[in-house]
Structures are given as structure tokens and as C-alpha cells.
């Protein structure tokens, strides 16, 4: 079990693109195994690479619906309809705002093997996959939120990404 620290908003490594992989090595094994520790450890239901300082195209997310989803190399190649919730993010802790994101989307990745396969997602998944791609863009989700950021009360803290 390792974990890394989660780099905060205001660190410009989060600001960055990141690069494609072109090849799976023991260290992306190692960082891959780290990203989850480190997100599970955080309570959160994604972490990218930048998150962790590491400028590579690869993501993780569980939403607690019994799987653990990788993404290298991730890009999203079809966005359906709209949906309006509250998201929050590893690296803004302690806040949470409003995003309209789309409902349902398709994504293209490689998997820890480096196959390509192919996914379709709606709902919370589909939010936590185009925060988490965001990331690898250099993107936060503060950039989208529709009027304030809130902060987390301790006693109403919200499941993060
Ligand atoms: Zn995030």
C-alpha cells in the first residue's frame, strides 16, 4: 500500500497536460496501485495522475458500484444530454459546487494491459469519468461551478472526486 500526497488547487503541476502513455512499465503498476490506495484512502470516488504530481494520461474511479475503473489514455467521444449536481474533488478539499455535465457519454481508453476498450456511462459515473478526464487536461471543476463554491461542513462532508 502506498499512498501519495494529493497535490491542492493552486499547485500548477494541476494546470498541466498531460502526456499520453506509450508504454506499461512497473512504475505506472506502481502508480496505478498508489492512485488507488491513495483515493480510497481519501474517501474519494476518483484521483488522476496530476492529482498525485505525475503527468501522465491515467485515471481511476470507483463510485461504489462494485468496480474499480482505470482509464490510460482516456478521451470521451460521445456526450448525451445534461445533468446539474454538486461535485467536489481531492485536490479542493474541504469544498463542493455545482456542475452541469453531460448525462451520458462514451469513452475510449487503454486498459492496464494497454488494450483499448470502450465504455458507456451515465449518471454519477459519467460525472466522476469527465471530472476525472478534466484532470489530465489540466482542468478543475471550480472552473465550471455555476454560482459559489460551498464549503464542507464536518458534519456533512460529501463524497469527493
Ligand atoms: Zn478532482
Do not use: W
Not at 488507488?36 to 484512502?41: L, P, V
Request: aromatic share 6%; glycine share 8%.
Amino acid at each position: 500500500m502506498g499512498l501519495r500526497e494529493i497535490r491542492q488547487q493552486g499547485d500548477p503541476v494541476l494546470n498541466k497536460e498531460c502526456k499520453p502513455v506509450k508504454e506499461m512499465t512497473d512504475r505506472l503498476r506502481d502508480l496505478i496501485d498508489d492512485m488507488f490506495d491513495t483515493m480510497y484512502e481519501g474517501n474519494g470516488c476518483g484521483l488522476a495522475a496530476p492529482q498525485v504530481g505525475i503527468l501522465r494520461q491515467i485515471c481511476v474511479v470507483d463510485i461504489g458500484d462494485e468496480n474499480q475503473y482505470l482509464f490510460i489514455n482516456p478521451e470521451i467521444v460521445e456526450k448525451e444530454g445534461e445533468q446539474t449536481d454538486n461535485e467536489g474533488c481531492l485536490s479542493v478539499k474541504g469544498y463542493y459546487g455545482q456542475v452541469t455535465r453531460a448525462q451520458h457519454i462514451k469513452v475510449k481508453a487503454l486498459d492496464i494491459d494497454m488494450e483499448p476498450f470502450e465504455m458507456e456511462a451515465d449518471d454519477f459515473l459519467a460525472r466522476a469519468i469527465q471530472h476525472e478526464v478534466d484532470h489530465l487536461h489540466g482542468h478543475l471543476y471550480t472552473e465550471l461551478v455555476e454560482g459559489d463554491l460551498y464549503e464542507v461542513r464536518d458534519e456533512d462532508e460529501e463524497a469527493e472526486d
